[in-house]
């Protein structure tokens, strides 16, 4: 009986120290630094700010094409709705507008017209952007588009006006710009 007795306590202690053991090594391995412990909490937190931003771009981009489609809405020219009649079937072949290979910038530029927009030195914003992309093309080459019109941009304009046969002052205006457009249709 007292063999059981010490048998059985030689078993619970291997047990119990087997236990400690395990224990004792779970948390020698697992237990982080305090520089370590920082740097997990700054990765927790700079991901969640990062969840957070990609959350409020998704929204902006959704109010952002919302404001597009009102903006459309507002441009698109008002039609006269007229009575139905019957018209007879023409065959004009030519009824399709034609499409110039830069009518994206073609557009651009007649926005500016429509929009009486003057550029000059130290303009800045899309607008002279889209006459330093019009330079590019007349100019083949590929300078920077950087939305700032600087002393290369208003060379660049003096140039074109110069070329074109009219007031080569640096400045562009509608005339300039109907100049510019007159350009590209003739490129095709």
Do not use: H
Not at 59 to 85: C, F, G, H, N, Y
């Amino acid at each position: 009986m007292v063999y059981m007795e010490k048998l059985k306590f030689a078993l619970f202690s291997i047990v119990i120290l087997s236990v400690l053991s395990l224990v004792g090594y779970w948390s020698v391995t697992t237990i982080q630094s305090g520089a370590e412990y920082v740097k997990t909490e700054k990765v927790k937190q700079l991901e969640k700010q990062n969840e957070d931003l990609n959350k409020e771009t998704e929204e902006l981009k959704s109010k952002l094409a919302v404001l597009e489609k009102k903006l459309e809405i507002q441009q698109e020219p008002q039609v006269e709705e007229k009575p139905l009649t019957e018209e007879k079937p023409t065959t004009n072949v030519s009824s399709k507008p034609t499409v110039y290979k830069n009518q994206t910038l073609i557009k651009e530029l007649e926005k500016l017209i429509a929009d009486n927009i003057f550029l000059k030195l130290k303009s800045q914003g899309t607008r002279v952007g889209t006459v330093q992309n019009f330079l590019n093309i007349y100019n083949k080459t590929s300078e920077k588009v950087d939305n700032d019109y600087g002393p290369g941009t208003v060379e660049d304009v003096k140039k074109f006006q110069k070329d074109q046969g009219i007031s080569a002052d640096g400045e562009a205006g509608a005339g300039t710009f109907r100049k510019m457009i007159e350009w590209l249709k003739k490129q095709g």
